[in-house]
């Protein structure tokens, strides 16, 4: 009896320090999961804040590139604005220019109708000197606001400041030159008011072309 007593206390020792051992042994793997479980958690935050400051940096890009887009067109607007508004002053009043140049050409035409060598009475000489000073004012007033006339006599053929209205046959001079000018042209500032309308220079034909063509028709003819 005494015998079965003590291997029933031996056994319940053993019992006791294996749930001890396996006690030990869970809390040395609760532990080692927690440990892992923070390392993670470590991890995850880590991976989350760096997403974060690189959602923010690129957040921070694009609205410094709207910013320098936003100031670029404000800039252009700024520009075209004041473009715009020296254009308007110094180009306002074409249409206005263009419809005076009109009575300045109708004086012109009477003047140049004028004979200047016949012997007027004196009379038509004070309406001379009276056209002749309204021609004058005219021209200072057109200057000053900006209109100049063309300078076209002699000068190479431009269609960009000459409108040819016909040709004019001159052995003396190269051919492309302008040699009368039908109406005055006109330029406001650095544009074209109204363009100048001229006769122009050309080569004439050879007598010895005219009778080769001649000796060809007569040939077809026959």
């Known amino acids: ?8 206390k031996e056994e319940i020792k053993e ?6 051992l396996n006690k030990k042994t869970d809390d040395k793997l609760d532990d080692s999961f927690s440990e892992e479980h923070k390392e993670n958690e470590n991890d995850i935050e880590e991976d989350t804040t760096q997403d974060s400051e690189e959602i923010l940096k690129e957040e921070i890009r694009i609205l410094k590139e709207e910013k320098i887009r936003v100031l670029a067109e404000m800039e ?12 308007s002053i110094k180009y306002g009043s074409v249409n206005f220019a263009r419809d005076i140049l009109s009575p300045g050409d109708n004086l012109e035409r009477a003047l140049s109708a004028i004979n200047q060598e016949e012997n007027h009475p ?3 000489k004070n309406l001379i000197d009276g ?3 309204v021609k004058k004012e005219l021209s200072t007033v057109l200057e000053k606001n900006g209109i100049t006339k063309i300078n076209t006599r002699d000068q190479k053929f431009d269609p960009n400041l000459h409108q040819a209205m016909m040709e004019i046959e ?16 006109y330029m406001m500032h650095d544009r074209l008011l109204r ?17 080769t063509n001649s000796v060809k028709d007569s040939d077809k003819k026959d």
């Open 1 to 8: 009896m005494k015998k079965e007593q003590e291997k029933t």
């Open 15 to 20: 019992n006791i320090e294996a749930d001890d």
């Open 76 to 87: 252009n607007l700024r520009k075209r604005f004041d473009r715009e508004k020296v254009d």
């Open 122 to 124: 004196q009379s038509i």
């Open 131 to 133: 056209l002749l000073l």
């Open 170 to 185: 001159r052995n003396d001079l190269d051919e492309g030159t302008v040699v009368q000018e039908i109406q005055t042209g």
């Open 195 to 211: 363009p100048a309308m001229v006769g122009v220079s050309k080569k004439p034909k050879k007598d010895d072309e005219f009778d």
